[in-house]
């Protein structure tokens, strides 16, 4: 089982990581983060919205965000402006941050249940693995996104966990 400690860790290393594609995005303009390069969500802005749509979802379900208005296959397209999607992920990176600064040891026990729009069902797992999960999907797509803005030229800071987050992070 995880703990609140790692939960700490991991929602420092999604802030920064997010800080650093952000930065690399930055260096290129609109077409270029929208232009279509292949992958599962299409484009850079595609991908980068998928993450924070995924976040808000999991974040729903763990901390009572509202809900997005669109299921994954609108995801790609949720938020349309660059300093609009920016600003969300500011602000979801600062609230899962605060969220996992809340949790307790009892908070990743037991299981979760809810309804899954991708599934059409109702699932229950335990909520340490789906918070595992949460972190796991970004991490997934992130490197989706990394890989993008290095073919555009863009260039993107370490990515390795040891050396992204400091002893803040890691000491619990």
């Known amino acids: 089982m995880i703990t609140p400690a790692w939960v700490r860790a991991m929602a420092a290393y999604n802030t920064e990581m997010n800080r650093r594609l952000y930065g690399a995005a ?48 609108g995801s790609p397209g949720w938020i349309n402006g660059w300093d609009d999607l920016k600003a969300r992920r500011t602000a979801a990176d600062a609230g899962i941050e605060a969220w996992a600064a809340r949790l307790t040891p009892a908070d990743l026990e037991g299981e979760l249940t809810w309804f899954s729009g991708a599934t059409n069902r ?11 999960h949460m972190f796991n999907h970004q991490t997934h797509h992130r490197g989706q996104a990394h890989a993008m803005l290095t073919a555009a030229g863009a260039t993107v800071d370490d990515t390795d966990l040891p050396w992204v987050i400091g002893p803040e992070a890691w000491a619990g």
């Open 122 to 132: 109702e699932m229950q797992r335990p909520r340490w693995l789906l918070v595992t």
């Open 26 to 73: 930055e260096t290129l303009d609109d077409a270029a983060r929208h232009a279509e390069r292949g992958a599962f969500f299409g484009s850079i802005h595609g991908t980068l919205c998928h993450l924070v749509w995924g976040d808000t979802v999991w974040m729903h379900r763990f901390d009572a965000w509202e809900r997005p208005p669109t299921g994954i296959p």
